[in-house]
């Protein structure tokens, strides 16, 4: 089992994030799935959502713009 120690808070920009709060992970936004901040590649600024993956992150962008069928 992983130990991920503690959760970070985080500014999401435009090819890059601010650590506001240190700490090891995040959390998806949609998922629940902890995020290792090495590993966190895929957000979407305006909402400030973080995403797991890049399925997850285009289901997203399909359910924000009306896209799922």
Same mark, same amino acid.
């Given at each position: 089992?992983?130990?991920?120690?503690?959760?970070?808070?985080?500014?999401?920009?435009?090819?890059?994030? &601010?650590?506001?709060?240190?700490?090891?992970? !995040?959390?998806?936004?949609?998922?629940? #799935?902890?995020?290792? /901040?090495?590993?966190?590649?895929?957000?979407?600024?305006?909402? &400030?959502?973080?995403?797991?993956?890049?399925? !997850?992150?285009?289901?997203?962008?399909? #359910?924000?713009?009306? /896209?799922?069928?």
């Amino acid at each position: 089992m992983n130990n991920f120690g503690t959760k970070a808070e985080i500014v999401l920009n435009h090819g890059h994030f &601010q650590v506001k709060t240190p700490g090891d992970f !995040v959390e998806c936004s949609i998922t629940g #799935e902890k995020i290792t /901040l090495e590993n966190l590649k895929y957000w979407n600024v305006e909402l &400030q959502e973080v995403y797991a993956s890049p399925e !997850v992150a285009l289901n997203r962008y399909k #359910e924000l713009n009306g /896209l799922n069928k």
